[in-house]
């Protein structure tokens, strides 16, 4: 099947930086990828949807200055935490659809200290 | 937005028995699909079943919908050690966006 990786799947850092979280498509085009959000033992929660070459389309109660998104390609979206807190620590899940199914990437677990 | 919603369960049964999780959600759908979640990792895709379909199967995996009472169930037979995982419901409704919708997941753990 597809193929969704995501890069890093592991990364600390400082209160205050930002960090970048890249979603890539490795055998298709994806025209459109998501951006989930999950807190241990809970469900993911979607973020925002992005489509190539345009804005994306932001969930309810997610701060689009906060969360950075761009899909500058149908195969590549990064997810940009600016100005990182504590709270923002949790399990980042992009998943890629072409014109039929949603794969998903295996994950970035980011803590924030 | 709309929710699949699982019934908030954790499951723990002996390899060889049969395991059960049920979800539910609110709105009109489109279809529904199952996935699993090993712990810290992404999700796999296990089955899809339309809203016009009762019942699928997919090898060990035997999903029900009822439309009717906006429910399905997921069930594994013959449950082995690698099944122990989280499971998630998801819908996808009829109102356009043809976006996931998630439920909260069942958490099984089969012990050898």
């Known amino acids: 099947g597809a193929v969704v990786s995501q890069h890093p799947s592991r990364v600390i850092c400082k209160s205050g930086t930002s960090v970048k979280i890249e979603c890539r498509s490795l055998d298709f085009q994806a025209t459109t990828m998501f951006w989930y959000r999950q807190f241990p033992k809970k469900s993911l929660m979607l973020m925002a949807t992005?489509?190539?070459?345009?804005?994306?389309?932001?969930e309810q109660g997610v701060e689009k200055d906060k969360f950075l998104i761009n899909h500058a390609s149908l195969t590549l979206s990064t997810l940009t935490v600016t100005s990182a807190h504590p709270e923002d620590s949790s399990f980042y899940i992009c998943?890629?659809?072409?014109?039929?199914?949603?794969?998903f990437g295996p994950g970035t677990r980011l803590t924030v200290t | 937005s709309q929710q699949g919603e699982e019934d908030p369960q954790a499951l723990s049964i002996q390899e060889g028995e049969n395991a059960t999780m049920n979800c539910s959600y609110k709105t009109s759908i489109n279809n529904l699909q199952w996935y699993r979640q090993n712990s810290g990792r992404g999700l796999v895709h296990l089955i899809l079943i339309r809203s016009n379909e009762r019942e699928k199967h997919s090898g060990r995996l035997r999903v029900t919908l009822d439309t009717s009472k906006k429910s399905s169930s997921l069930l594994i037979t013959a449950s082995r050690a690698a099944d122990t995982a989280s499971y998630f419901c998801?819908?996808?409704?009829?109102?356009?966006?043809?976006?996931?919708?998630f439920g909260k997941g069942n958490q099984v753990v089969v012990i050898p």
């Open positions: 992005s489509n190539e070459g345009s804005k994306a389309t932001y």
């Open positions: 998801a819908t996808v409704s009829n109102y356009g966006n043809n976006r996931l919708a």
């Open positions: 998943s890629a659809r072409d014109s039929g199914e949603q794969y």
